[in-house]
């Protein structure tokens, strides 16, 4: 068999269609608490329509707050390991810039906002994708408890990300966060 | 402006044009050197088409030794700092057995070759993809010295995939990899 199919050689990253004509493309949120609530909205609807796990991200222009891009945790719809929220939202983010990095020049800082504290393939793709801050609701100990894995992501992730001029916020609206990743487990929700 | 866009909520990982018609799909590559040799052919061909930077990758069933899926760097290409070789080799695969997991029930033992170690975020992947075996050719500090930046991976980062029964095999086939690496460089081509 020769590459006559396009599933052997392309793949395509799509948000849920109950996101689609729901979220408001360049809206600005104004401070840190709406970005966030954003994202924790994103991952408690996935829950409630059952398009996947209860992980939810978004891209903001860092100074101004317009949104740029969101991600919903999509690893079973999508049949992709790597369809992370966050992994999505960066990849959208860059797809709309048009550029493989979110620092490159004529363009605003940007930031990931994450509902949940990032795993270890998703920490490393927060320092590729160039943004300059990130902040984080649940914490890796949250997802742990309802049998989510983080992998190997150790203080000194944090402490590299920091020395390549990211700056973190940990734990905002993390209980609001909690209670979305406590949902997904009273549904019995599918853990991977 | 809202949803009126596919590109606000869909992204496409491909492979590069050539790629398409030249690989035998469900080719059998009986030893670890063959398959090895592929990646690294892949990263070579990468470069002197100017499709992306000096990284290839594939994905075979452990066992029998069977092509599943490959991947090249195309981050500049995509404009998608995640699109690593190793990341759509493993999203390919997935995409082909249709299952989020290489290990799968009913589907037989997978492995990564990779004509680089992985950066971060990629161990952080192979980690969630389910493969059970993980070849390397050309090491970090080959990449480093080309200036390409690895991230935050650790001793403990293998140890913990160790730990999670993944076994890990370095440096085969390191100098025809590390060849690659310095044509690239020697091309003036882009770092990131």
Redesign the interface.
Known sequence: ???DRP?????????PGW????????QVYPTDEERMRLAVTLASENVARESGGPFGAAVFERESGRLI?VGVNS??R??????HAE?IA???A???I????LAADGHPAHELFTSCAP???????V????VTRLVTAAQREDAERIQFDE??V?A??YT??RARGIEIVDGLLRDESRAVLEAYRARGGAI?
Chains 1, 2 share one sequence.
């Open positions: 068999m020769r590459w599933s052997l050689h392309e793949t395509v990253l799509s948000l996101v689609v004509g729901r979220i408001d493309y360049d891009a690893v079973v999508l049949n992709n390991s790597t369809a992994m960066l990849q959208l860059e797809r709309r048009a550029s493989h990095s795993c270890a393939m998703c920490l490393g793709a320092l590729w994708s160039g992998g190997p150790f000194e992730n590299y990300l991977y």
